[in-house]
Nanobody, 117 residues
Framework: HVVETGGGLVQPGGSLEIVCWAVGRIYSVWDMAWYRQGSGQSRELVAFTDSTGNKKYASSVEGRFAVSRDNNKKTVTLQMGGLKPEDTAVYYC?????????????WGQGTQVTVSS
């Protein structure tokens, strides 16, 4: 499974970092991604990174957010800057790979990010 930390309340223009750990008997982590879901909205991809280091971002966060991963620690971090009220959402981590029980594709419980003055 995955565990997310970080999140919280931040003023517009501020920065925040959220981190996701993949835990368990994992042999290989493939794709790691962050999604978000605002109130009354569908879940959308925010940032993605694969095992070769390729990255992609939603156009709405390009240039403001940065995704990084540590393959040894099996973590993925989303650094968010220049935050706007429209970034307010529950952010979810999604990880897939191969572990003791075979292939997996898991979601975190979500962490709330609120951008407000």
């Amino acid at each position: 499974h995955v565990v997310e930390t970080g999140g919280g309340l931040v003023q517009p223009g501020g920065s925040l970092e959220i981190v996701c750990w993949a835990v368990g008997r994992i042999y290989s982590v493939w794709d790691m991604a962050w999604y978000r879901q605002g109130s009354g909205q569908s879940r959308e991809l925010v940032a993605f990174t694969d095992s070769t280091g390729n990255k992609k971002y939603a156009s709405s966060v390009e240039g403001r957010f940065a995704v990084s991963r540590d393959n040894n620690k099996k973590t993925v971090t989303l650094q968010m800057g220049g935050l706007k009220p429209e970034d307010t959402a529950v952010y979810y981590c999604n990880v897939n790979g191969y572990g003791f029980e075979g292939e997996f594709d898991v979601w975190g419980q979500g962490t709330q990010v609120t951008v407000s003055s």
